[in-house]
């Protein structure tokens, strides 16, 4: 007789993909064991549609039915002979690493201002002298004072934003202070302690009661 100590999941067979569980994994034994070629892929095809329902946000995806496969391939061991309408994948396939993301080297001078506004002063300083150069130096000389007052609550001038324009273009752009024409968009200051009105909630026309604790009851303001 079998007791529970002798059948612990730890003493069984490794998971492969835990998310289906044992019994798709016993399933996918099974078919390899199988001798007609016919009978696996019938089964096989049983399995994958167990799989989707197990794995229901996999159907979120348009190659989910393809994903399905390669994982039952990966439960197989990758030693699965079926017909797939897939092709099929292998070993080398699932351990190959993927392509390391490029990082950005150079620091953001102006971290308040992000590295969008550092592609658009790149762009504009290589951009020939016209009225169109000038305009969109003034719509980015918007978002430097407009971004500068969400983030640290401060009002540039136009020689300082004229002074962060020459640094962040290296030169390439060096607008006059009285030649910049800002748009404030006019949005309130990020709360904070100094500036956060107070709120007042009300029920039946009067204040809502504070809880005390030196009376153990409600008080009114």
């Known amino acids: 007789m079998t007791t529970l100590q002798e059948d612990y999941n730890t003493q069984r067979e490794h998971l492969t993909i835990s998310e289906y569980g044992r019994q798709i994994q016993e399933y996918v034994k099974h078919i390899q064991s199988l001798a007609d070629r016919d009978v696996r892929t019938k089964w096989a095809n049983s399995v994958v549609n ?60 102006f971290r308040f201002y992000g590295r969008n506004l550092q592609n658009m002063v790149d762009k504009v300083g290589e951009m020939e002298n016209s009225d169109l150069k000038q305009d969109l130096v003034n719509l980015i000389a918007s978002f430097m004072f407009n971004s500068c007052k969400s983030w640290n609550n401060e009002n540039l001038s136009n020689d300082v934003i004229a002074e962060h324009l020459k640094i962040l273009s290296k030169g390439k752009l060096s607008p006059e202070g009285q030649d910049i024409v800002v748009s404030p968009d006019n949005s309130p200051a990020p709360f904070n302690q100094g500036n956060q009105p107070r709120k007042f909630f009300k029920r039946g026309g009067q204040k809502k009661g504070r809880f005390n604790r030196n009376n153990g009851g409600f008080r009114r303001h």
């Open 50 to 109: 167990v799989m989707a329902t197990l794995n229901p946000e996999l159907r979120q995806q348009t190659n989910y039915r393809e994903k399905l496969w390669g994982h039952l391939y990966q439960i197989a061991d990758f030693n699965l002979d079926v017909d797939c309408p897939y092709p099929v994948p292998t070993r080398e396939e699932k351990s190959k690493k993927p392509a390391p993301i490029p990082y950005f080297d150079s620091k953001i001078k």
